[in-house]
């Protein structure tokens, strides 16, 4: 059994029908973690011993006839900022460097039940904080496209790990762009699904109005497969929606025909690479052959969105972050006093980007400031939700770039915070009004790395969403094979 042609769609099958069995998939996707991710970096932590348990059970399913459950033998690898009881979580950081949580996210309990199997948790940059992997505590990820480029973040480990086969399917967060950005630099698909549409119960918080968590795979099915296990009301997170959740694989292949795609004028202007629009631009050439309409619109606030993102997230991470004070989780440097101790564990324990979101974000909530920064920052967010719900009157999904451009070199905006901030300029705005937004491959550039298009949709319609998604996707494979 060749593993790189298996998907999350093809695993349960073929366990079903004896071709192979999750115990030999689990081998040998650990053979090829062993052999490549010296090269690239992806995961903090195997978690073998829980791996093959769960593998028997899958095997023991299938020895006495059980309806075995959807996803059944998937072998999956989660974010390292989503709790695993008895398995290290590190959010990417030195400060929970050996941190062992007591429970396990409901989204990891959701798929395990779903009869996934978790081979380990990635590498991210510390607390989700970054847009290449470069702020992780403990090593760089490479993209496995060209291993002197980054993977993209903050969820690099997870879309690395999917693109070069080492999982079949991974999960990330998105706040500002984490699963789609990654997904595109990698050439995998990513999905942020609305806000409140999955259980955050387990996720280590960065900022707390903007965090979602969302699944990478290698197609577009396999995303709504992983959606459709992961999705639905969580009384352990009162932020999780009470919304009923549909058949996501009901209407996938479903006709694409009068569909509005609306394309705004903002996300193709000054500083986006020639090859991605071009790339971009060619997607929508083939949802317009497959007979949707595509409806030039405009979202004129864009322009505010990075520094509002900077603003609002910074300001959720620095109340976020105050809990790892050396007394309750994670490392403790000692001092003299009660004071020093806390000094000194935030110093040696965060990074250098976390630290600066502290301070920026303290700054913004401090007395005098609040009504200038963050009171502002939130009323151009209800501006940016204003022009999504005007867009969407006319349309039924909007079609971007994910990124201005494809993955750029290690080291190369490591210097320049603001640079990187550039990276999420079509994101952040998606994470700040919490509609959902997909990423998918559309192309390659003339060095051969992957560009990604992003489709946005209205609140809890991922099933038009991951439509469309289907729909371009299988207008491109020709281009992508
Ligand atoms: N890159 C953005 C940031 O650094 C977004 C991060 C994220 O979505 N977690 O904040």
Redesign the pocket.
Known sequence: MDINLLTVDSIRTAVLERRTTASATVDAFYQKIEAEDAAIGAYLTLCKERAYQQARWVDAMVGRGDTLPPLAGVPIAVKDVLTTKGVRTTAGSKILANFIAPYDATVVTRLEAAGAILLGKTN??EF????SNE?SGFHPVHNPHDHSRVPG???GGSAAAVAAGMALASLG???????R?PAAFCGVVGLMPTYGRVSRYGLIA??SS??HVGPFGKTVKDVALMLQSMAGRDPLDSTSADVAVPDYLAQLEGPVKGLRVGVPQEYFGEGLDPEVRAAVEAGIQELAKAGCEVVPISLPHTGYAIPT??VV?TAEASANLARYDGVRYGMRAEGKTLSEMYCRTRDAGFGT?VKR?IMLGTYALSAGYYDAYYLKAQRVRSLLARDFDQAFAAVDVIVTPTTPTPAFKLGEKADDPLA??L??IF??TA?LVGIPGISIPCGKSQEGLPIGMQILGKHFDEPTLLRVAHAAEHALAAKLA
Do not use: H, K, P, W
């Open positions: 991210c940059d989700a904080m970054g847009s702020n973040g903050s969820s967060s998105d706040t500002g762009g984490s699963i950005q960065f900022a903007l965090d993102y900077y997230a980007e979101r990187m901030y990276a999420d994101t952040v994470d």
